[in-house]
Structure formats: C-alpha cells, structure tokens
C-alpha cells in the first residue's frame, strides 16, 4: 500500500523550531519529487517548499525562504521539512506530496501521493 506519512508537528513558542518528517511505505523515494504543503483554517492550501530528485535542488516560496529548509534521506525514505523562527501565522496542517519535475528540477504542480497532515501551532 502506497503511503507517505508526516509527523513531527505540535505546539511551539514564536521563535521556535520544528523538524517535520515524511516517511513512505509502499515505494521508495528516491524517483520522486517531494513537496511540502499547508493549510490553514479558512485559507487556500499553499506551497511551501520541493526537493528534486533529479539533482537535489530545491525551491522555496517567499513566505518560507530563508527560515525552512527541506532535505532528504533515501537511505530512510523520508524527507524532512526544518522549521525555525516560526511565527504564529506559521499555524496550519502541514501535508507531504509526491509533485512534478520539470526537466531536474521539482515543481509543486501534479501531486499524485498525499500524507494525512500534521498540526502546527506556533502561540505563546
């Protein structure tokens, strides 16, 4: 059974830090494109972050540049999303997807596999 599975998500101070995990079963990691997603109450899903495994680059959205950083692990299949300096607007369900390459390097278009999410709060 194909699956991809977050954890790592909680409660955390502003400022904090916290490293998401996104393990799968059922297939190996190594040929995908894995993007990082969230979702807030009442807001539209947003994109956070990919990691190529064609060449190992990465993107980032502004809203997360320069405070995330994602990686890779294919020895574990597992691909982690750090987070520091987290702000409260950071609160959301974070959710892992397989997404698209386009020639090396991943897009966060054409997600096939989803996780189940984890909750992150950031409030004092």
């Known amino acids: 059974q194909v699956q991809l599975v977050e954890s790592g998500g909680g409660l955390v101070q502003p400022g904090g830090s916290l490293r998401l995990s996104c393990a799968a079963s059922?297939?190996?990691?190594?040929?995908?494109?894995i993007g990082w997603f969230r979702q807030a109450p009442g807001k539209e899903r947003e994109g956070l972050s990919c990691i190529s495994s064609r060449d190992g680059s990465t993107y980032y959205a502004d809203s997360v540049k320069g405070r995330f950083t994602i990686s890779r692990d294919n020895a574990k299949n597992t691909v982690y999303l750090q987070m520091n300096s987290l702000k409260p607007e950071d609160t959301a369900v974070y959710y892992c997807?397989?997404?698209?390459?386009?020639?090396?390097?991943?897009?966060?278009?054409?997600?096939?596999?989803w996780g189940q999410g984890t909750q992150v709060t950031v409030s004092s």
């Open positions: 997807a397989t997404v698209a390459h386009f020639q090396a390097r991943c897009v966060l278009d054409y997600q096939s596999y």
């Open positions: 059922g297939f190996t990691l190594d040929t995908y494109a």
